[in-house]
């Protein structure tokens, strides 16, 4: 049972387009939704993360978008840059429980330069 | 400060086999996760440890077992070796929950383990 569904399964952008993954979740006990960059051989590092008392979160070129009553939530790269060039991973987490933490499948992002 | 380093970074064992994979985690953490990230997938969640013990576990079976010690740092094994577990295997360290919100996951580079 897939918790946390992520499309697409991978995505070219021109430099400086706008990068958009998506993601979807069916429980709703969900209470945090961190996004996870990884580059090959190395572990998945926090981009930026997102309670669901708010339906946008931005740090520097990047945005969270949250829509709790769709059970959706987006990542979005403006500006994007080859470095940026990674798989981006969405999760979901109860944090008051177990800190169980549901990874979507991930995306591979290419940045053409 | 030091942050998550696992060992060893490749390995290769035959089924039916053992094997024990370590995690040091980053300085000051004291919460432990394991999760199996096969080729193309996300992390699936293994289970954690909060001051030596399990503290949540995933859909793994007993063969799966792990351990964590006094200075937070932590092995994950697993015995009866199938084709299937061969995968990256990721640790990951935080600090105690504050507020009731899980402290960010610093994960290590990962062990790849391959099971012919």
Redesign the interface.
Known sequence: QQQVKQSPQSLIVQKGGISIINCAYENTAFDYFPWYQQFPGKGPALLIAIRPDVSEKKEGRFTISFNKSAKQFSLHIMDSQPGDSATYFCAAIIANRDDKIIFGKGTRLHILP | ETG?TQSPTHLIKTRGQQVTLRCSSQSGHN?V?WYQQAL??????IF?YYREEE??R?NFPPRFSGLQFPNYSSELNVNALELDDSALY?C?S?LE?IG???G???????SRLTVL
Do not use: I, K
Not at chain 2, 40 to 45: D, N, R, Y
Not at chain 2, 104 to 110: A, D, H, I, P, Q
């Open positions: 998550v919460t996760s193309g997938q996300g992390p699936q969640f954690q503290n949540g995933g990721l990951a935080s929950r009731g919100y899980a960010e996951l610093f994960f290590g580079e990962g």
